[in-house]
């Protein structure tokens, strides 16, 4: 745990989230884009000196989960366990995630206190006994509007679909608990019209503010025709619906009910990170469930797109499901971290391709950004023994190269930190890159190196001096995004034992140029983004 956590004294953490991810079956490519985004996100916020929360984990009750689990012959909790500890865990650990806390929907921290929410709802008059039936998809684990279901063809013909899922829905009849969703349409309007920033991008909060126009139906909260759940507390045939318990995490990981202080210094969320596919649960229900209950709503709800692959939304049920590990093995873990936030405007839906990821790796991160710090530290040692000149002879250019990285940090530092905005951000630093390089190739050190005179001398040590603090503030900027190689590039600079650990560095200082001390030993490590050998192939 986070000894610097939001339950120490200060302003409100940072709070961040993910999904909780069902473990119905391994991660794929589509859990861990939206995972990397909000782990760059706080790891941005830290390094702007804040103190951050950021949460992820596993949502494990509901139908979908209990069918799986029999399917592979063993007990739900059985099946939630197996897959959590050697799937999910796994997985964020090798791709370097930083959450503060990983909760599963399972454990006693959460169950008890989602109890407690709906019964203090149902206490209120929030809820109330009824019967539905209607059209269920337990993909999505939620009832459809007839309106929203497809046609099915071929093998599903004469049969309506999920229009997620693409298959078939399964009519439901049962005795539910509601809640009473349909009273709080006008102030969620009225929220949304006084926050136009609370759902992001603005597609998506067209979306929600049409369908909630169109009026909301009461919510069936519960489930009584299997048991795998957390039992309503005064009725216990029923168990909650798996949306009400899973949006609950949100609260219950912080300290709902349990720890004031903690839940009062991280409460609400700031960003909510989810998947377009299940934003109406994020920007109807949850704050309508906030607000019948008094607490403070989430700052920001962004919804990123779906990953495409041959022109199919990714998912296990498509059969498009790609493994993180399969492109981790062939790129290493910071190129995958970056390529997708990097290749697509997050909010909007991109394709993947082996193609697209070994050009982009090669181009811009093993021959700009790869080559410019291997040629910097080859020079030094070539010229200066490995020792940081000085930089004595600032002209023009150098001059240049200054405004330009005054530039990348400030718009790197709103695009991420405040705007979501993950490619732009990562653009503007490498757009510095090829500025760092330019110079380079413009000013000619091998050249300058022939002249022995004092003023040469100076020239080429301003050069070399110029390009190794570029590359020391570019080491902070892409620390977020990637922090194995950053560290590297960190210490072949010799900037830890003059400037600290890499981690303790702010971003919006990455622009006060000077920083790097003339005198640090530079030393040429190995290959940041060493060229694949082969096409990569799965």
Known sequence: MNPNGPESAGAKAFYVSTPIYYVNDAPHLGHAYTTVAADVLARWHRQRGERVWFLTGTDEHGQKIMRTAEANGVSPQEWCDRLVSESWEPLWEHLDMSNDDFIRT????????????????????EIYKGGYEGPYCVGCEEYKLPGELLDGEGEYAGQKLCPIHKRPVETVSEENYFFKLSEYGDKLLAHYEADPGLIQPESARNEVVNFVRQGLQDLSISRSTFDWGIPIPWDPKHVIYVWVDALLNYATAVGYNENPEKFGATFPADVHLVGKDILRFHAVIWPAMLMAQGLPLPRKVAANGWLMVGGEKMSKSNLTGIKPQDLTSHFGVDAYRWYFLRAISFGQDGSFSWEDLTARYTSELANDYGNLASRVAAMVGKYFGGTLPAATADGEAERAVHDGLAKAVAEADRRIGDELDFQGGILAVFEFIKQVNGYITEQEPWKVAKDESSEGR??????????????????????????????????????AESLGALADQKVRDAGEWGRLQAGAKVTKGAVLFPRPEEPATV
């Open 458 to 495: 100076a020239r080429l040590a301003t050069i070399l001096y110029t390009a190794a603090e570029s590359l020391r503030a570019v080491a902070v900027l892409m620390n977020p995004v990637m922090p194995e190689t950053s560290g590297k590039l960190w210490d072949s600079l010799g900037a």
């Open 106 to 125: 399972t454990q006693k921290r959460h169950t008890d206190r989602v109890q407690e929410f709906v019964q203090d709802l149902y206490d209120k008059g």
